[in-house]
């Protein structure tokens, strides 16, 4: 820019193998115009789209730091476990991120959320500062704006799809929330919560396998957050959280325990 002012940002383009394909280009489009709605200091923060007359390209915030993905697998190689502190802190801005989307309000005032279909570890960034921020809305849906997922189309990375999601059902909110309690889940235990070896294991697998909290799992892990993870994960939406902001005030109670005592 302009005497010599510099600004780190990321290019986000498709794979050499999609850019000829209008399908995987106008999703790309469609995300721009749903990240660009989104302001919020937990969201990564949509600063453009440029097309060069071959490609799109969107232009996003840089998050200096590693993906959740890196620091549970960092974690797991040194057969050390993630503070709960900090799993609690990254999950808890997730939250607040989603709670954000879905009460998301167009230009007429008339709400219109965002529903983030793929909360996995790889999406939530931690920048070297402590600020945690959700990206790729890729695979959402903004209600009454086109964008809806279609039933039948099963999208999303397999192992974070909820159950609904999995059988190509309509989604709303409540399937982010069962993507974040199996974030939740790997985050305290270090382990992939549904394993497979094809994609039709791993679906299956979550439809019927047994989920186990996370402090049968790991021995020493203290139960005080097995609750908020079993209800996260339970398999009918209507027995999970109905909103963010309800796990996320249940994140919080064991946290400010933990502060009364220390005080």
């Avoid at 749903?34 to 969201?43: A, D, G, K, Q, Y």
């Avoid at 200096?64 to 801005?93: M, N, Q, T």
């Avoid at 209600?143 to 309509?170: C, D, H």
């Avoid at 021995?219 to 398999?235: H, Q, S, Y």
């Amino acid at each position: 820019g302009a005497a010599g002012f510099e600004r780190q940002l990321v290019l986000k383009r498709l794979a050499p193998t999609l850019t000829n394909d209008p399908q995987f280009a106008q999703a790309l489009v469609k995300e721009a115009n749903i990240m660009v709605r989104l302001s919020h200091p937990n969201v990564v923060q949509a600063q453009d789209l440029i097309y060069d007359g071959d490609e799109y390209l969107m232009v996003l915030e840089y998050v200096d730091g590693p993906s959740l993905r890196r620091i549970i697998s960092f974690s797991a190689k040194r057969d050390r476990a993630i503070p709960i502190e900090f799993v609690l802190a990254c999950v808890r801005d997730v939250l607040r991120a989603l709670e954000y989307a879905h009460d998301m309000l167009d230009e007429a005032a008339q709400r219109r959320p965002v529903v983030h279909c793929d909360v996995t570890p790889e999406n939530v960034l931690v920048s070297k500062h402590g600020e945690v921020k959700l990206t790729d809305f890729g695979i959402a849906k903004a209600t009454n704006r086109g964008w809806e997922t279609q039933a039948g189309i099963v999208k999303g990375k397999f192992s974070y799809m909820s159950p609904e999601q999995a059988l190509g059902k309509r989604v709303d909110r409540r399937s982010a929330i069962f993507g974040t309690g199996i974030v939740l889940w790997e985050a305290l235990t270090g382990r992939d919560l549904f394993k497979g070896t094809t994609p039709m294991e791993v679906l299956t697998a979550i439809r019927e396998q047994k989920i186990e909290p996370p402090s049968k799992v790991v021995e020493g892990l203290t139960p005080i957050v097995d609750p908020i993870v079993m209800k996260a994960l339970r398999r009918s939406p209507k027995q999970r959280y109905q909103t963010a902001a309800e796990m996320r005030d249940d994140i919080e109670e064991p946290r400010r325990g933990k502060d009364r005592e220390a005080a």
